[in-house]
């Protein structure tokens, strides 16, 4: 059931998005990417993008189930497209190639990228990484980043996820990992021994996004609760939550 207190006759009168399994939101996201999506040691998914998404299941009425999923294969459409999930929201950015195979919702945050180093290693910029290994998460808007810009005899390293990138930082496999900026707070407060070194200034959006040939409907209710969030405060309450005022 869909709606069940809804009386804006617009939404009420809107088609009912159909779900993989009746009665449950899949979502496809990918851990740990802190403070946005990450597992509480008891397995529950926690963070903002998953408080944001539980806001769209509420509204459907439904129980959220959050799948944990290779970054690669959710912004290359594949476990969208092979029907693993309804929706993935993952600290995605909106890309033109992206919208290519997948159906973004609008955006509902700001992002830029930014690079960690051992504290005291004087670097300061990607210039000073000539002939080292920078570590990056494989598919993600960073890897393209360092690897346009990096100096050219640095090797850009992709790691499978987060967790990996930190696991060679500590183990000296890299000399400096780039995420995006919005995450590397939550870096180096787990790491003390690590710095913000530079951001870089990407003017990246990110979306949650459906597969490619459908669930308009579902897309819809997204954009909905998202306006609806931004306009009642919810937003800034969930903001605030993972971010601080
Ligand atoms: N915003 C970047 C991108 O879209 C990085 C996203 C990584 N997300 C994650 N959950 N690991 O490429």
Do not use: H
């Not at 029907?83 to 945050?109: H, K, Q, W």
């Not at 598919?139 to 990096?150: K, S």
């Not at 306009?231 to 005022?245: M, P, S």
């Amino acid at each position: 059931v869909v709606n069940g207190d809804e009386t804006d006759s617009a939404t009420a009168a809107a088609p009912e998005p159909t779900l993989i399994k009746d009665g449950e939101l899949s979502v496809c996201t990918d851990m740990p990417y802190e403070p946005f999506e990450f597992e509480r040691k008891n397995g529950e998914a926690a963070g903002f993008d998953v408080d944001l998404v539980r806001k769209v299941a509420d509204r459907l009425g439904v129980q959220l189930r959050m799948v944990d999923t290779a970054f690669d294969d959710i912004a290359s459409g594949d476990s969208l497209n092979k029907g693993e999930c309804d929706l993935a929201i993952s600290a995605m950015t909106i890309t033109g190639e992206r919208a290519r195979v997948l159906n973004f919702s609008s955006p509902y945050f700001d992002a830029a990228q930014a690079m960690v180093v051992a504290q005291g290693s004087g670097i300061t910029s990607l210039d000073d990484l000539a002939g080292q290994k920078i570590g990056v998460q494989g598919g993600t808007t960073g890897e393209l980043y360092v690897t346009d810009n990096a100096p050219d005899d640095a090797e850009v390293v992709p790691f499978e996820d987060a967790a990996a990138m930190e696991a060679a930082m500590e183990k000296g496999d890299v000399v400096a990992t780039v995420y995006d900026n919005t995450v590397v707070g939550d870096v180096v407060e787990a790491d003390p021994d690590l710095e913000v070194a530079a951001e870089f200034d990407t003017g990246e959006q990110y979306g949650m996004a459906v597969r490619r040939n459908g669930n308009v409907e579902l897309l819809q209710v997204v954009n909905d609760v998202l306006a609806e969030l931004k306009k009642d405060g919810g937003y800034d309450e969930i903001y605030a939550t993972w971010f601080g005022q």
